[in-house]
Structure formats: C-alpha cells, structure tokens
C-alpha cells in the first residue's frame, strides 16, 4: 500500500484537532476580535434576544478591556441582558458594579432603576404569571429591596425620566408591605398570640397610614383586644374604625403599575457604532 494512503488517518485527524480544538473543545472564535467588534456583536446578539450569547460577549469585553467607553457600555448593556434572561442577581450585580465604577455618570439613573425593576419582579414565579395571586401574601423581602432602589432614584435623580414610574411603584409596593403585616396579624390571631396581633395592627396604623390597609389594621385590633379582655381599648379602635367608615376616609387598593418594556437603546448615548 502507498505510503501516501496510510498518512491519511493521520492528517484527517490532524485536521479535525485543529478545527475543533483538541479533545473536542471548540476553538475561541472571538480570540482575535477587538473591543469594538465584541461590543458590536454582542449588541446584535442582545438586540436578536440572544440574551445568552450577549452576556457571553459581554463578559469578554469587561475581562479583555477593562477601561474605556466600551467596558462602560458593557456593564449597563450586561446588566439587561441579564434581567431579559431571568438572570436577577447577575443582573443586579452587573447594575452594582456600573453604580460603583461610575457613580457619577449621567446614565446612573438607569441602573438604579433597574435594580428596582428586578427586585419589584423577581418574586413572581411561573405560577404567579397565569393566575392571579396576592402580592401581599409573598415575602416581602424583595418588595423592601425594590423600594429601597426606586428610594435613592427619586432622592438622587428628581427630574430623571424613571422618577414618575418609580413613584407610582412605591405607592403599590408600600400599600402591599402595609396588607402583608396585617395579614401576619391575621395569623397571629389564629395562633391566639393577642398582643402579637394588637402590636402588628398599631405598627401598620402607626407606619403606613394612607394605605388601604389601615382599616384591616382596625379590625384586627379591635378583635385582638376584646380576646385579652381590654374593653376599653377595643371600643377605642372600634369607635375609630367606624368614624372613618361613615366619614369614607379609608382609600382603596393602589393600582398595579402598567408593564413596562425596558429597551437598550434607552441609554445608548456614547456612539460606539460610530468610532
């Protein structure tokens, strides 16, 4: 047999190592592109819903070129791929990093608003998607974070173009703080823990006035009290619940904020397709 013809084996091997890396790992396609290219592929990715293929990209920017405008731009871009993704604490965590990096940029806002939308979100699981469930009734952890964020928003950044948003979601989110003490009231009732109860409802009274809580609030201290047999103190929240019943002071639920569809665009202000 010709030489030639058993060298063939070998150099087919040969080639298949070296188009696909040896050992089956794939060759780093983006090994030799710069920041520009990694920035503009990892946009289009984004902008095809290809969330996970951008974050990839991203991630390679911020390693490979730690500084200038496209790193910048990365961390922002990166951090909405991520919320897009259903990726909440890398989303998060890429927000933190922008806010920490470059607190003074002009597009700060953003990220804190973004941490606000994320943790305003992130309870909602699948089933909460399709049926309508009680947001008061979920912990309330998240809720805090996300009216903490929307918080230093409004403070900081007054005249930004989320401001009125955020608002509008603290109203929602406090009205469901305030509902989820009383319902923890409501269950120390059933526990039989009173005074437990009677405290939880003066704490919503006391913290969240201007809230439609406040009337359940009422109602479960005037039970809470006749329970421990203070008499005097039950006829004081009933006499108050029933004055503001008849004066119609008590407000209804606030309403749910309308979705929102956050876009990346919303914030690319430095022109990076151009350069």
Known sequence: ?????????????????????????????????????????????????????AIEYYEKLEARYPFGRYAMQAQLDAAYANYRADEPEAALAAADRFIKLYPQNPFVDYAYYLKGIVNYNRSVGFLDRYIPTDPSQRDPGSALDAFEDFAILVERFPQSRYAADARQRMLYLRNNLAKHEVN????????????????????VIQRFQRTSA??????????????????????????????????????????????????????????????
């Not at 406040?214 to 009290?225: H, I, N, R, S, T």
């Open 214 to 275: 406040v009337e359940g609030a009422l109602e479960v201290m005037v039970d809470a009290y006749e329970a421990l047999g203070k008499e005097a103190l039950a006829a004081d929240a009933r006499r108050v619940l029933e004055i503001n019943r008849e004066a119609g002071r008590f407000i209804d639920d606030t309403p749910k904020p309308d979705e929102i569809s956050l876009a990346r665009k919303v914030w690319d202000y430095l022109s990076l397709d151009e350069n």
């Open 1 to 53: 047999m010709p030489r030639t013809l058993t060298r063939l084996p070998a150099l087919l091997l040969v080639a298949l190592l070296t188009g696909c890396g040896v050992f089956g790992e794939e060759i780093d396609q983006t090994a030799n592109w710069g920041a520009s290219k990694l920035y503009a592929e990892a946009a289009a990715e984004l902008d095809a819903g290809n969330y996970t293929r």
């Open 184 to 203: 923890v009231a409501r269950y120390y009732m059933k526990r039989g823990a009173y005074l437990a109860a009677a405290n939880r409802a003066e704490y």
